[in-house]
């Protein structure tokens, strides 16, 4: 069962200061503490460096896979253009809202916040067909 990629999260970890890395291993809360703090001041984002396979595999075991790719979407959301427009739910066939977040950038903003709150749960819902 493997959902994310330690890949992608390297990445992301590149610009982990904001969380964007523990939002897509499903941290919500340090995720959120990352992007008011820098990443702890930056102390929580290099310790990171080496807690990225530990982050993956509990993901791994956390969501469902399936037709929807976790990294494929995470990717749409977190490219600041592509998220405001609503590319990722479009990815996911939530085309209604996909054209509600392209016409209102993204619900002027709030509704990517609770996407990367919540874009996990939405997924592993897509891929479990229920």
């Not at 897509?24 to 703090?37: A, K, N, V």
């Not at 990717?75 to 592509?82: E, N």
Request: hydrophobic content about 45%.
């Amino acid at each position: 069962n493997d959902t994310h990629s330690k890949g992608i999260g390297y990445i992301m970890w590149i610009f982990g200061f904001f969380g964007i890395h523990r939002f897509y291993y499903g941290r919500q809360i340090s995720g959120t503490i990352y992007l008011f703090t820098l990443g702890l001041l930056g102390i929580g984002w290099l310790i990171d460096l080496f807690l990225i396979p530990s982050l993956d595999r509990d993901a791994d075991r956390r969501y469902t896979a399936g037709p929807c790719d976790y990294s494929a979407a995470w990717v749409l959301l977190a490219i600041p253009v592509t998220g405001v427009l609503g590319i990722h739910r479009f990815y996911m066939g939530k085309w209604l809202t996909g054209i509600l977040y392209l016409c209102t950038g993204g619900l002027f903003g709030i509704g990517l916040i609770y996407d990367y709150w919540t874009l996990n749960e939405q997924l592993s819902e897509l891929n479990s067909g229920a």
